[in-house]
């Protein structure tokens, strides 16, 4: 099952009266063109995502993973959770084995390119500036207008 969250609290969030305000679905209830373009580019690439999060549990798996240096995220005052990068010394530790598995599903190269991004961490503490996290609703339905009275559904096809 795939859908899409919106942060409404988010900064690029706008409401329909608000100037530069796109709307995403057209009055019949189709997606607009922009919107579709995204939804197919989402289906185009999820072989892709999957992949990925396969060459991802290789390395969670190896043992190599590890948690985001916390010298770091205080330095750059970031209040991120869960950030993981790759523990050099023990992908280097790694059996020829275990390190040829890692290979074959293209972890390596994720591996590499975590580290190397660890440069851009600043990065990280913008993005969070301007789309600050919120709490998911308790309720999934309540997120929807579900039990409010409205008669609207949010529909995809996938």
Avoid: W
């Avoid at 919107?35 to 999957?50: G, N, R």
């Avoid at 985001?68 to 050099?88: A, M």
């Amino acid at each position: 099952m795939s859908f899409l969250r919106f942060n409404l609290n988010g900064k690029l969030a706008a409401t329909a009266n608000q100037a530069g305000a796109q709307p995403l679905m057209t009055a019949d209830g189709a997606l607009t063109p922009a919107v579709q373009a995204i939804q197919d580019q989402l289906l185009k690439d999820s072989p892709l995502f999957a992949r990925t999060q396969t060459a991802v549990q290789a390395l969670a798996d190896a043992g190599v993973l590890m948690p985001f240096p916390q010298g770091l995220k205080d330095q750059l005052q970031l209040q991120l959770t869960g950030l993981f990068c790759v523990d050099e010394a023990a992908l280097a530790k790694l059996p020829d084995a275990d390190f040829l598995a890692l290979r074959r599903v293209q972890a390596l190269g994720i591996a590499y390119a975590v580290n190397l991004s660890l440069q851009q961490a600043h990065l990280l503490v913008r993005l969070q500036k301007h789309n600050p996290a919120v709490d998911a609703p308790a309720d999934v339905d309540a997120l929807f207008g579900e039990g409010n009275g409205h008669d609207d559904t949010l529909k995809f096809n996938f």
